[in-house]
């Protein structure tokens, strides 16, 4: 298989994590931690390329990298959602916002990048059957990770957060809707 981008592990990567333990913390909301929790999970979108052989030397490459980005998300979750809900600083609801679209942007992009490897996946069915299996999966980790997020943002920007959940929704949608095509 041709070299691509550890994008297109988003779906993949974080998906098989397992939602039941993700519980909010009983302890007060630190936006740094959950900026710089959702920060690494972006940056980890953007890997550089790697080569990965074909068949089943090459699922299990692509589910090495999902587990590093699924413990990732399950780190920003962790660091985002707690019970209370936070009064944050505006410096700070600038920063959750500005990670949060980047996170937004690296994953549609991630998204967009399976979808256009999809053929390549298509000649390698446990790849493909891998990423099937898990977009849905993924959808409600992020879903969740999107709603501690909104819990914790003041009013006014909450249309903000609430538009990249929508963006990220409508490309998880889009992909999961081509790779359930077979």
């Known amino acids: 298989m041709r070299a691509f981008s550890a994008t297109l592990f988003i779906a993949a990567a974080s998906l098989s994590g ?10 007060p909301y630190n936006p740094q931690m959950c900026i710089g929790d959702i920060n690494t ?5 953007i ?20 587990q590093v980005l699924e413990h990732l998300l399950q780190q920003s979750y962790r660091g985002c959602c707690v019970d209370t809900p936070a ?9 959750t916002i500005d990670a949060v679209g980047n996170y937004a942007s690296h994953a549609t992009a991630a998204l967009f990048a399976m979808e256009i490897k999809k053929p390549d996946f298509d000649v390698t069915p446990p790849a493909n059957e891998h990423f099937r ?3 849905v999966d993924l959808t409600g980790m992020i879903n969740d990770l999107f709603s501690c997020v909104a819990f914790n943002t003041p009013e006014k920007s909450l249309p903000i957060i609430k538009e990249y ?3 990220v929704a409508d490309a998880f949608a889009k992909a999961s809707t081509l790779y359930a095509e077979d």
């Open 18 to 27: 397992d939602a039941a333990n993700l519980n909010k913390r009983d302890v």
């Open 87 to 95: 009064n944050i600083k505006e410096e700070d609801e600038a920063a």
């Open 47 to 66: 890997v550089d390329a790697f080569e990965t052989s074909v068949g089943f030397e090459g699922v299990m490459e692509i589910h090495n990298e999902e």
């Open 41 to 45: 999970l972006s940056q980890q979108l």
């Open 133 to 135: 299996g898990h977009l």
């Open 165 to 167: 959940n929508s963006t």
